[in-house]
């Protein structure tokens, strides 16, 4: 038998016409001829179909091959199989590799069957169509959902009573590997040439049309009696559902921008008319919002120049706040040259002075607070934030040098006496000064008729408006605070599609019924050749695998694993050769710099890897378990080479692992390149580029062969899969579970990948990026404003350093206390709003530091800049606020007016992660920077807070030296003249 199947090289012509195939060699002549006659009858007819080797060409063999195609036709003939290789159905019978299987038997049919018999036949083990000779049993978490009794519990003794949810796993080449594939000259239809490029692009299309296909008449309840839902993932180099949905959601935004754009246009407009057509400021109005739109939309179209693609987060969020911004500080400028007492070009350089400064503060705090996002490791949000960065400064260089442009010609255009708009009609001589005027009149009316008389007339009415808005503050910031303790983090697929798209079924489906994602572990540039570190390898995957929320998996699976194995005399692959005449085996392979072979040895099992499982005869085992090996299942050689005597009781309990050492990197690669050849390879090896050899006869088809790239730089586990997510803390446990062995091993460093890493891993630190980056942007909110206060301030020369250094200080502090008043208490009615903490929503919370700084900067400003001659606190209130209540209030709508179209958007995803949070933004920022603030400045009644100029009305003169008192000033003016002036 040794002779004949393994050692016989004797030559022989390979033809079908070599005639019957001869039996047993016994030596018995009725033996040898009844089994000669019975293989004439049962094979010789059938070895000769198109699907058989040899085929009809001459060509000299050795009877190795005739073995193997004996043993072969055997398998096939009807004693055995009974089947035409290439033509039989290989579902139809069993080679008895499986629990429950045995040679030559059937394959359960599902066809025809009644649903007790199907689930009765599910309750088994389940293997792919190799019986787990490749990768061990199916766990069928993977593919059974809904199940009662509970998969794990159902057994032959407990079967399966019913079933919901069967799902299909399918794996697709990645579009880099296409190219080769589909130049192979057993292609149907010939092969054929395509770039990497067009692969991509046909995996697109592969994707979506199969999805579309398989899904549909998902919605439709005549459809058959089971509904059809799916989902492709984003990798491969084409994006799947996902992807799709969430270029469809960025790009739907056009319809709702453009809603928003016209309706704030409108709005300021209409509030900034006049019935004194030469007064009315409409064009300018518009100029300025045009003015917004072009640089808001030339920031985006930079940015992408700069490869910054326009993600969700961008669509949904930049359009309806930055655009708010730019029209706030639009008002700003508009409103104070229009207070201004004429149209001289005097009045309008101090026009510009009063507010370039305040309007450089709120952008370059801004502009800040988007940089230091740039510090967190989400796309869609340091992405955001490079856009809105860029949006912020083209805003900036647009209202301070362009739109002054603008303000300046309105100027003269009011001087000349023309229309508004209709530019070329002059005012007629004997206009009435009331009608001039009249608009004055209505900018003044909201303050006058609404707040001044709630928050700063010496009425009873200001005291108790002053303690329900001091009283509703506390009340907010607390209900805020009750929120956040009730924060839940994460956001589902379920979440993410709308629930008309059949992925939404789809994901809620998985998350409450399979509840199983695909993941893998990588390792980078380690010491592969160190025994320490191939068992540390195999350690760190085995380790993944015993966690609680990953699926079993054989240790062989690993690439490593399998190499060691095929160094060492455990190496099955000689007895399935493709070529009889060449040995396959790593200690057969000859590294011919010095007449070494691939042969590794073995050591003692010191860090308790898994050992194999041996089948005891009685219990059917249906996965392998690991590669190590106890003592009583070691090859004798092998036990000779480690000196152990397997008799001496105290080596039984001992475990042995293969590993190998000492070998060069030369070695190492050709070995590798041998492996590759022989197996098939596997673990993501890099390989040298052009250096796998191509098949003689099937141009396009390569041998496993290419050269791999040593030192290793990078290595893969095989597909493995993360179970039972049914939430996103059970998630985030198998993160947590996992990454102990990976990521926080500093012997060997390794990571893990899949959706359950790329997607859910930031809800490891979600809430960390929010504290950090609200915290950096409200701390380099205070350096900007306590900045530019003391250089405004010193500038002016009217008062101490000490002083103005003191008031500059506080300034910026009640800057900063009213960011976290904000912050907090968005965080808060947001998350009673279901809001959860998410990267869209951390955006949303931090963005409302910015609207806080807008309101808040132009306020304090005022209030420490307003002219002495406004003694009480109360008066410099006044003073900042009988010029702010209108633009802040238009800003205030305008910017409502941008967040409340996000209502209107047709996917809830939207309207959860990005109107929600943002209309609370709006409300939340408008009371406390101008009602909030307002209310505590009043009562901050001291002199270090009094920074302003000498008002030269009020007749008091500029002091002698700069540190007298500004509280020995005399001269009282009437705040209702100095307004009115």
Same mark, same amino acid.
């Given at each position: 038998?040794?002779?004949?199947?393994?050692?016989?090289?004797?030559?022989?012509?390979?033809?079908?016409?070599?005639?019957?195939?001869?039996?047993?060699?016994?030596?018995?002549?009725?033996?040898?001829?009844?089994?000669?006659?019975?293989?004439?009858?049962?094979?010789?007819?059938?070895?000769?179909?198109?699907?058989?080797?040899?085929?009809?060409?001459?060509?000299?063999?050795?009877?190795?091959?005739?073995?193997?195609?004996?043993? %072969?036709?055997?398998?096939?003939?009807?004693?055995?199989?009974?089947?035409?290789?290439?033509?039989?159905?290989?579902?139809?019978?069993?080679?008895?590799?499986?629990?429950?299987?045995?040679?030559?038997?059937?394959?359960?049919?599902?066809?025809?069957?009644?649903?007790?018999?199907?689930?009765?036949?599910?309750?088994?083990?389940?293997?792919?169509?190799?019986?787990?000779?490749?990768?061990?049993?199916?766990?069928?978490?993977?593919?059974?959902?809904?199940?009662?009794?509970?998969?794990?519990?159902?057994?032959?003794? /407990?079967?399966?009573?019913?079933?919901?949810?069967?799902?299909?796993?399918?794996?697709?080449?990645?579009?880099?590997?296409?190219?080769?594939?589909?130049?192979?000259? /057993?292609?149907?239809?010939?092969?054929?040439?395509? @770039?990497?490029?067009?692969?991509?692009?046909?995996?697109?299309?592969?994707?979506?049309?199969? %999805?579309?296909?398989?899904?549909?008449?998902?919605?439709?309840?005549?459809?058959?009696?089971?509904?059809?839902?799916?989902?492709?993932?984003?990798?491969?180099?084409?994006?799947?559902?996902?992807?799709?949905?969430?270029?469809?959601?960025?790009?739907?935004?056009?319809?709702?921008?453009?809603?928003?754009?016209?309706?704030?246009?409108?709005?300021?407009?209409?509030?900034?008319?006049?019935?004194?057509?030469?007064?009315?400021?409409?064009?300018?109005?518009?100029?300025?919002?045009?003015?917004?739109?072009?640089?808001?939309?030339?920031?985006?179209?930079?940015?992408?120049?700069?490869?910054?693609?326009?993600?969700?987060?961008?669509?949904?969020?930049?359009?309806?706040?930055?655009?708010?911004?730019?029209?706030?500080?639009?008002?700003?400028?508009?409103?104070?040259?229009?207070?201004?007492?004429?149209?001289?070009?005097?009045?309008?350089?101090?026009?510009?002075?009063?507010?370039?400064?305040?309007?450089?503060?709120?952008?370059?705090?801004?502009?800040?607070?988007?940089?230091?996002?740039?510090?967190?490791?989400?796309?869609?949000?340091?992405?955001?934030?490079?856009?809105?960065?860029?949006?912020?400064?083209?805003?900036?260089?647009?209202?301070?040098?362009?739109?002054?442009?603008?303000?300046?010609?309105?100027?003269?255009?009011?001087?000349?006496?023309?229309?508004?708009?209709?530019?070329?009609?002059?005012?007629?001589?004997?206009?009435?000064?009331?009608?001039?005027?009249?608009?004055?009149?209505?900018? /003044?009316?909201?303050?006058?008729?609404?707040?001044?008389?709630?928050?700063?007339?010496?009425?009873?009415?200001?005291?108790?408006?002053?303690?329900?808005?001091?009283?509703?503050?506390?009340?907010?910031?607390?209900?805020?605070?009750?929120?956040?303790?009730?924060?839940?983090?994460?956001?589902?697929?379920?979440?993410?599609?709308?629930?008309?798209?059949?992925?939404?079924?789809?994901?809620?489906?998985?998350?409450?019924?399979?509840?199983?994602?695909?993941?893998?572990?990588?390792?980078?540039?380690?010491?592969?050749?160190?025994?320490?570190?191939?068992?540390?390898?195999?350690?760190?995957?085995?380790?993944?695998?015993?966690?609680?929320?990953?699926?079993?998996?054989?240790?062989?699976?690993?690439?490593?694993?399998?190499?060691?194995?095929?160094?060492?005399?455990?190496?099955?692959?000689?007895?399935?050769?493709?070529?009889?005449?060449?040995? %396959?085996?790593?200690?057969?392979?000859?590294?011919?710099?010095?007449?070494?072979?691939?042969?590794?040895?073995?050591?003692?099992?010191?860090?308790?890897?898994? %050992?194999?499982?041996?089948?005891?005869?009685?219990?059917?085992?249906?996965?392998?378990?690991?590669?190590?090996?106890?003592?009583?299942?070691?090859?004798?050689?092998?036990?000779?080479?480690?000196?152990?005597?397997?008799?001496?009781?105290?080596?039984?309990?001992?475990?042995?692992?293969?590993?190998?050492?000492?070998?060069?990197?030369?070695?190492?690669?050709?070995?590798?390149?041998?492996?590759?050849?022989?197996?098939?390879?596997?673990?993501?090896?890099?390989?040298?580029?052009?250096?796998?050899?191509?098949?003689?006869?099937?141009?396009?088809?390569?041998?496993?062969?290419?050269?791999?790239?040593?030192?290793?730089?990078?290595?893969?586990?095989?597909?493995?899969?993360?179970?039972?997510?049914?939430?996103?803390?059970?998630?985030?446990?198998?993160?947590?579970?996992?990454?102990?062995?990976?990521?926080?091993?500093?012997?060997?460093?390794?990571?893990?990948?899949?959706?359950?890493?790329?997607?859910?891993?930031?809800?490891?630190?979600?809430?960390?990026?929010?504290?950090?980056?609200?915290?950096?942007?409200?701390?380099?909110?205070?350096?900007?404003?306590?900045?530019?206060?003391?250089?405004?301030? @010193?500038?002016?020369?009217?008062?101490?350093?000490?002083?103005?250094?003191?008031?500059?200080?506080?300034?910026?502090?009640?800057?900063?206390?009213?960011?976290?008043?904000?912050?907090?208490?968005?965080?808060?009615?947001?998350?009673?709003?279901?809001?959860?903490?998410?990267?869209?929503?951390?955006?949303?919370?931090?963005?409302?530091?910015?609207?806080?700084?807008?309101?808040?900067?132009?306020?304090?400003?005022?209030?420490?800049?307003?002219?002495?001659?406004?003694?009480?606190?109360?008066?410099?209130?006044?003073?900042?606020?009988?010029?702010?209540?209108?633009?802040?209030?238009?800003?205030?709508?305008?910017?409502?007016?941008?967040?409340?179209?996000?209502?209107?958007?047709?996917?809830?995803?939207?309207?959860?992660?990005?109107?929600?949070?943002?209309?609370?933004?709006?409300?939340?920022?408008?009371?406390?920077?101008?009602?909030?603030?307002?209310?505590?400045?009043?009562?901050?009644?001291?002199?270090?807070?009094?920074?302003?100029?000498?008002?030269?009305?009020?007749?008091?003169?500029?002091?002698?030296?700069?540190?007298?008192?500004?509280?020995?000033?005399?001269?009282?003016?009437?705040?209702?003249?100095?307004?009115?002036?």
């Amino acid at each position: 038998i040794y002779k004949w199947f393994i050692a016989e090289q004797t030559p022989m012509t390979s033809h079908c016409g070599n005639g019957n195939l001869t039996g047993t060699k016994t030596g018995i002549a009725q033996i040898d001829t009844e089994t000669s006659i019975g293989l004439a009858t049962a094979v010789t007819q059938r070895w000769c179909t198109k699907f058989s080797v040899p085929n009809e060409v001459d060509g000299t063999v050795n009877k190795q091959h005739f073995a193997k195609m004996w043993y %072969e036709l055997l398998i096939d003939s009807g004693a055995f199989l009974g089947i035409t290789q290439g033509v039989s159905d290989p579902y139809v019978w069993t080679s008895g590799n499986g629990c429950g299987y045995t040679l030559g038997g059937s394959r359960y049919s599902y066809t025809n069957q009644t649903e007790k018999q199907i689930l009765n036949a599910s309750s088994r083990l389940l293997y792919t169509i190799d019986e787990g000779v490749s990768a061990g049993a199916i766990d069928r978490n993977l593919i059974i959902g809904g199940a009662t009794p509970a998969i794990g519990k159902a057994d032959y003794s /407990n079967p399966l009573e019913t079933v919901s949810v069967l799902q299909n796993l399918y794996v697709l080449l990645r579009g880099e590997a296409i190219p080769d594939r589909v130049r192979n000259c /057993n292609r149907p239809g010939g092969p054929i040439n395509i @770039t990497t490029e067009d692969a991509e692009q046909i995996l697109y299309d592969f994707k979506k049309a199969f %999805e579309e296909n398989w899904v549909a008449g998902w919605d439709d309840p005549n459809n058959g009696e089971v509904q059809f839902v799916g989902f492709f993932d984003d990798r491969g180099g084409a994006i799947g559902t996902t992807g799709r949905l969430l270029t469809d959601i960025t790009l739907d935004n056009g319809r709702l921008t453009a809603i928003s754009i016209v309706v704030i246009a409108l709005f300021s407009a209409l509030f900034l008319f006049s019935f004194d057509l030469v007064e009315s400021r409409v064009m300018l109005t518009l100029i300025g919002v045009i003015l917004v739109i072009v640089s808001f939309f030339a920031a985006l179209g930079f940015g992408i120049l700069l490869g910054i693609k326009v993600n969700v987060n961008i669509a949904w969020t930049l359009p309806f706040i930055i655009i708010g911004l730019g029209v706030d500080d639009m008002y700003i400028v508009m409103l104070d040259l229009k207070k201004q007492k004429d149209y001289s070009t005097e009045s309008f350089l101090r026009g510009m002075k009063e507010v370039v400064v305040p309007v450089t503060m709120t952008s370059l705090v801004n502009a800040a607070m988007f940089a230091i996002m740039n510090i967190v490791d989400i796309p869609a949000v340091y992405k955001t934030a490079q856009m809105a960065l860029i949006a912020v400064i083209f805003l900036y260089l647009t209202i301070v040098f362009a739109f002054p442009a603008y303000c300046y010609l309105d100027m003269k255009r009011q001087e000349a006496g023309r229309y508004d708009i209709l530019v070329c009609v002059k005012e007629k001589e004997d206009s009435s000064e009331d009608g001039k005027h009249s608009e004055r009149q209505v900018s /003044n009316g909201l303050y006058e008729m609404v707040y001044k008389p709630l928050v700063l007339s010496s009425s009873p009415l200001r005291y108790l408006s002053h303690a329900v808005i001091f009283l509703a503050g506390i009340a907010v910031f607390g209900v805020g605070i009750y929120g956040v303790t009730e924060r839940q983090v994460g956001l589902g697929l379920e979440d993410f599609f709308p629930s008309f798209h059949q992925a939404n079924v789809w994901a809620t489906v998985r998350t409450e019924e399979l509840a199983s994602w695909s993941m893998g572990m990588s390792w980078g540039a380690i010491d592969y050749g160190k025994p320490e570190s191939q068992m540390g390898m195999i350690r760190q995957f085995e380790e993944v695998v015993a966690s609680p929320h990953v699926a079993e998996i054989d240790t062989k699976q690993l690439w490593m694993a399998r190499f060691l194995i095929w160094t060492s005399r455990q190496c099955s692959t000689n007895f399935d050769r493709d070529d009889g005449d060449v040995l %396959e085996c790593g200690r057969d392979q000859i590294w011919p710099e010095d007449d070494s072979t691939c042969s590794g040895y073995w050591v003692y099992n010191s860090i308790g890897l898994r %050992e194999k499982a041996f089948s005891d005869g009685v219990t059917c085992t249906p996965n392998e378990g690991g590669i190590c090996r106890p003592t009583s299942q070691m090859h004798p050689q092998d036990l000779l080479d480690l000196g152990i005597n397997p008799r001496n009781p105290t080596n039984l309990t001992a475990s042995w692992c293969p590993v190998f050492s000492g070998w060069s990197d030369e070695k190492f690669a050709f070995c590798l390149r041998r492996w590759s050849n022989f197996t098939g390879g596997g673990g993501g090896l890099l390989t040298v580029e052009d250096t796998a050899t191509e098949n003689p006869t099937c141009s396009g088809d390569y041998y496993s062969d290419s050269e791999i790239e040593v030192p290793i730089r990078l290595s893969q586990s095989p597909t493995m899969f993360a179970l039972d997510l049914f939430s996103h803390d059970d998630t985030i446990d198998l993160i947590k579970e996992t990454r102990v062995f990976c990521d926080d091993d500093e012997s060997l460093h390794c990571w893990l990948s899949g959706i359950p890493y790329d997607y859910w891993e930031q809800y490891l630190w979600v809430e960390d990026v929010l504290v950090e980056v609200s915290g950096a942007a409200i701390g380099i909110g205070f350096l900007v404003a306590f900045s530019f206060l003391v250089a405004r301030l @010193t500038l002016t020369g009217n008062h101490p350093v000490g002083k103005i250094v003191v008031g500059s200080f506080v300034g910026a502090l009640l800057i900063a206390l009213t960011s976290i008043l904000c912050l907090v208490p968005v965080v808060g009615l947001s998350v009673l709003a279901d809001v959860n903490i998410t990267a869209f929503s951390d955006m949303s919370f931090v963005l409302s530091i910015g609207f806080a700084v807008e309101y808040s900067v132009h306020v304090v400003h005022r209030f420490l800049d307003a002219p002495l001659s406004y003694k009480s606190a109360t008066d410099r209130v006044h003073y900042a606020m009988s010029f702010l209540t209108l633009p802040t209030f238009l800003s205030f709508v305008s910017s409502t007016i941008g967040v409340v179209c996000l209502a209107f958007t047709d996917f809830n995803f939207n309207e959860v992660f990005f109107f929600r949070p943002l209309i609370i933004v709006m409300f939340v920022t408008y009371f406390f920077g101008c009602w909030f603030l307002p209310v505590v400045l009043s009562a901050l009644d001291f002199s270090a807070l009094k920074l302003g100029d000498p008002d030269e009305n009020s007749g008091v003169e500029k002091p002698k030296e700069i540190a007298e008192e500004v509280s020995e000033m005399e001269d009282v003016v009437d705040i209702s003249e100095s307004i009115s002036a």
